[in-house]
């Protein structure tokens, strides 16, 4: 017999984080070319969009999306909705539907 195991704490904000990054990581999966689009709709400039090196469509959404919400002063009951409108506006409803599903689910967390 080992003993107790070493118990863990995570802050709220640490699982919380860690949740909305998986989640944007599948959002990102979906848009995939349509990053570049996607991110000039949520406002940032085609130089930082630019700037971005990654190997695939999929990590450089990801990063775009990681870009933006540092960019944005609230948290994620804030920017998750802009984001849900702004996939709306560009012609993706599925994934407007997915954002609002992750929003509920981490207001109601």
Same mark, same amino acid.
């Given at each position: ?13 640490a #699982?919380?984080?860690?949740? #909305? ?8 999966? !979906?848009?995939d ?8 709709e ?11 090196r ?12 990681k870009?933006?919400?540092t960019k944005?002063?609230h ?5 998750l909705?802009?984001l849900?409108?702004?996939?709306q506006n560009i012609?993706?409803p599925d994934? !407007? ?8 689910e981490?207001r109601d967390?």
């Amino acid at each position: 017999w080992e003993g107790p195991q070493a118990v863990i704490s995570t802050s709220n904000a640490a #699982i919380g984080k860690h949740f #909305i990054d998986n989640r944007l990581y599948q959002v990102s999966r !979906a848009v995939d070319w349509e990053w570049t689009r996607l991110g000039q709709e949520l406002g940032l400039n085609r130089s930082m969009l630019d700037n971005i090196r990654m190997p695939t469509d999929t990590q450089k959404a990801f990063q775009m999306l990681k870009a933006w919400r540092t960019k944005t002063p609230h948290g994620p009951l804030h920017y998750l909705p802009q984001l849900q409108e702004t996939l709306q506006n560009i012609g993706r409803p599925d994934l !407007a539907a997915d954002v609002q599903g992750m929003y509920k689910e981490y207001r109601d967390a």
